[in-house]
């Protein structure tokens, strides 16, 4: 290929636009395309397929040419935008997912104009990022010593609190020398309805997933404090080393919450480090009525969650919060000549948030929090979450007063695992999930529970109401009735 001469641009070349008129009306309609389709979200099927040509269409050559800013927004608009999994959308009941908001969705444009590195140095955004900080010091009752940190979501959130918890138990030299070196076999405990990556981050962090311990659950699939405390003595008896209790507020399967002031009790009798995955049952602290049910969150050494479930902040914001902040940095502050600190100019500010994580380079993750809490206050998001229990009342109470449906799990906060009756119940239920998506009525998901295939329910978005509840029992029995 012939190398075209460069010749140092004054300003032609940037990347801004050549007329920032055109450029600020193209942006208005933009805008206002995004704000049409939140408000008219109801009218839209909640997931469709995606047709082949869609899908084919957007596959091209790396594009050496311009195109312009108009064009690529009608490709979005025509072939991403009505293709999403629809988590926005109060049919959305599948998995996890928040629903987010238009105020989230502004600041979200803010942090990328801005376009601000959150690794460190000293500037504003950090300061709102330490607000945060505060303000969930002050949610948990945790103390003023306390740090925390935005990442992606709960996963990367569970394993630092991980690998805190195992530099804490070996010292921070296991750092320089591995996990091989030390003569202890660390052992962790979680429930049999954690989520998969607590596995996850025993693997990632060098300790294996054969040293988690899932711990039976009880018929409130709450973790059995005695086998726990069984399986502790009898690790200990054989030499090992336990490490780690994780407690899950609100698991990912029928949103049991574990016992956490027995587990907090244990974990301080045996000097256990205690973690709590709160993925979206920890923000259950906003909501009067579900705060009591964390009791015992407030003695966790490190609590991970996500503010864009329950929050409603827009993808993605995980956070963790760990008591101990000389524990935290000392498990990942990593020194260089390049991020020397200083006490006045811009490396001021030391420590920097990416003494606290894996992550130099780091988004405004925060605006969009601060924005969402600023905007809405704590009641009203505690409201939203309540809210989301009370929907999953009226959904299970629906299923227990339709002969055609089975409940198949206790509803302890917004969870909800039910089937129709038939026979080939896996067969016909994991069809039925598959065209209520399809039909673009309803869109749960499924999981097993006690070897059956469930219908789940999560209603995690602000926008669900009992409308939506009622599509979902009607479409479930008319796509079984067909199907049997
Ligand atoms: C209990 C629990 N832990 C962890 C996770 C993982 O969180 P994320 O998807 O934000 O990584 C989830 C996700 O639903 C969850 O429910």
């Known amino acids: 290929m012939a190398h075209e001469e460069i010749i140092p641009s004054t300003s032609n070349d940037s990347l801004d636009p050549v007329d920032w008129q055109d450029f600020r009306v193209q942006s208005h309609r933009m805008l206002d395309d995004m704000l049409n389709h939140l408000e008219h979200l109801r009218e839209q099927p909640v997931w469709q397929p995606i047709p082949q040509e869609v899908r084919t269409s957007l596959q091209q050559p790396l594009p050496q040419k311009p195109t312009a800013l108009a064009t690529v927004h009608a490709t979005f ?7 999403a999994v629809g988590n926005a959308h109060p049919g959305f009941m599948g998995w996890v997912h928040g629903g987010g908001t238009p105020v989230g969705m502004l ?3 803010l942090a990328a104009g ?13 300061e709102v990022e330490k607000q945060i900080v505060q303000w969930m010091r002050e949610l948990f009752s945790f103390p003023d010593t306390a740090s925390g940190l935005f990442v992606t979501g709960t996963s990367m959130a569970n394993l630092i609190g991980v690998l805190v918890a195992r530099t804490a138990t070996l010292g921070s030299s296991v750092r320089q020398q591995g996990v091989a070196a030390s003569a202890q076999r660390l052992v962790a405990y979680a429930s049999a309805g954690a989520h998969s990556c607590i596995a996850q981050a025993m693997d990632i962090s060098g300790l294996g997933t054969e040293a988690l311990r899932l711990i039976p659950m009880n018929d409130q699939y709450q973790m059995d404090v005695t086998a726990l405390e069984r399986t502790i ?19 990912v399967e029928v949103g049991a919450i574990d016992p956490l002031t027995a587990l907090a009790d244990i974990a301080e009798r045996e000097r256990l480090w205690f973690h709590v995955d709160g993925a979206f049952g920890a923000l259950g602290m906003l909501a009067p009525d579900i705060a009591p049910r964390l009791a015992g969150i407030e003695h966790a050494d490190s609590i991970a969650f996500d503010f864009h479930k329950w929050g409603q902040v827009p993808y993605d914001a995980g956070f963790i919060l760990v008591r101990d902040s000389t524990l935290h940095r000392s498990a990942f502050e990593s020194p260089a000549a390049y991020l020397r600190r200083e ?3 811009m490396a001021a500010g030391s420590p920097w948030p990416c003494d606290f994580g894996p992550d130099l380079s780091r988004g405004f993750r925060a605006l969009k929090t601060w924005f969402t809490i600023m905007v809405y206050g704590t009641k009203k998001m505690g409201r939203v979450i309540s809210g989301t229990c009370a929907i999953a009342q009226y959904l299970k109470n629906r299923i227990e007063t339709t002969p055609e449906l089975e409940l198949l799990a206790p509803v302890a906060l917004n969870i909800v695992c ?3 009756r038939c026979e080939n119940a896996d067969r016909v239920n994991a069809d039925i999930v598959v065209a209520l998506q399809e039909s673009g009525i309803a869109a749960p998901s499924t999981t097993t529970i006690k070897g059956h295939l469930a219908i789940r329910a999560a209603i995690v978005n602000h926008r669900t109401n009992t409308t939506d509840i ?3 029992i009607d479409a479930t029995i008319a796509f079984g009735a067909a199907r049997t």
């Open 77 to 83: 608009m025509q072939n991403v935008l009505p293709y």
């Open 418 to 420: 039910f089937r129709y």
């Open 470 to 472: 009622d599509a979902l």
């Open 233 to 251: 003595a009898a690790d200990r008896g054989a030499g090992l080393t336990p490490f780690l209790i994780v407690g899950t507020a609100g698991t």
């Open 343 to 345: 006490t006045r100019g």
């Open 114 to 126: 801005l376009n601000a590195n959150l690794g460190g140095r000293d500037q504003m955004p950090i």
């Open 107 to 109: 600041a979200e444009m």
